[in-house]
């Protein structure tokens, strides 16, 4: 859309908006949008990149202020550093507590899309400049993915994503990210709300069972080999650190998904023998299926 009026403004963001900072799309790349409302949200200074723009905003009731940061990401690596190198400067412009929300066009981690593959140096990049900025990366609570290419068999992935510093947190607390319906785009629209938990990282925590289960040593091997773009020294091994656990968390998510599955059967076939035990004893190989079923529920 190259023209983006008032009417259309408060279509979408609704009837109270009627003041608004737009950068139209410009070929295959998409626009973007920031509005509000004047009456609570004064607009004190702004920053326009080529793939963002940023505005520091100022509460009518308060004195309070933060900076909005809104991104459409470029689809490749080289313009993707100027992004990152883009964001990282308008931050320096105002110390504010930072909001940081957008299509980056990249994903950070293997299990952001419905079809895993490997770490790309864009990837890497994307966590890298998160992690330097010491921003807070907060999951969407009731969707895994904002984007579908829409086909019967469709491709997924979490394109979009809502950054914040701990300033911005401290400011305006127990926040959590919500994805409406998508009812014309092929991205989901994201609301960020309060009243619910604050957000922080879940602790890793290794459970001696996993070691145990067909599976663990390759997603270790798989997940150390792969690359981490051009990360040196500490940030090297920080990074894949973090993507191990990640990569531990799925497995082990799975895994205990098909032990449970395994366990409650094994619990069936064990009362099934008990009962048959009491009413007429067991065959040798019924002794033995016994014993097999009592070795399967002993998984953890």
Not at 37 to 65: P, Y
Not at 175 to 183: F, I, K, W
Request: hydrophobic share 35%.
């Amino acid at each position: 859309m190259e023209i983006m009026t008032l009417e259309t403004i408060r279509a979408v963001g609704g009837g109270t908006m009627d003041t608004f900072v737009a950068k139209p799309s410009i070929g295959m790349s998409g626009g973007i949008l920031t509005s509000r409302d004047s009456r609570k949200w004064e607009e004190v200074d702004r920053a326009v990149g080529e793939f963002s723009f940023s505005v520091l905003l100022e509460c009518q009731q308060s004195e309070g202020k933060w900076v909005s940061s809104n991104v459409y990401g470029p689809h490749e690596d080289g313009p993707r550093e100027r992004l990152w190198e883009e964001m990282s400067a308008s931050r320096t412009m105002w110390n504010s507590p930072w909001l940081v929300v957008g299509d980056f066009n990249v994903t950070r981690f293997p299990e952001d899309h419905n079809r895993p593959g490997q770490i790309t140096p864009g990837m890497a990049g994307f966590s890298s400049w998160i992690d330097g900025e010491g921003l807070i990366d907060i999951p969407t609570r009731n969707q895994a993915f904002t984007w579908s290419n829409l086909q019967e068999v469709p491709s997924l992935a979490r394109l979009d994503r809502i950054l914040l510093d701990a300033e911005w947190e401290v400011q305006f607390p127990r926040c959590e990210v919500v994805a409406l319906p998508h009812m014309v785009s092929d991205h989901v629209p994201l609301l960020l709300t309060g009243g619910g938990e604050s957000y922080t990282p879940s602790r890793f925590c290794y459970e001696a069972w996993w070691s145990s289960i067909e599976g663990f040593n390759e997603v270790v091997t798989n997940s150390w080999s792969q690359e981490a773009g051009n990360l040196q020294g500490a940030h090297r091994l920080a990074f894949k650190l973090k993507r191990l656990c990640g990569c531990l968390r799925v497995w082990a998510r799975d895994a205990r998904i098909g032990q449970n599955e395994r366990k409650c059967t094994a619990t069936e076939t064990i009362k099934r023998l008990d009962a048959e035990e009491e009413a007429r004893g067991l065959s040798v190989a019924e002794r033995m299926e016994w014993q097999r079923a009592k070795v399967a529920g002993r998984w953890n």
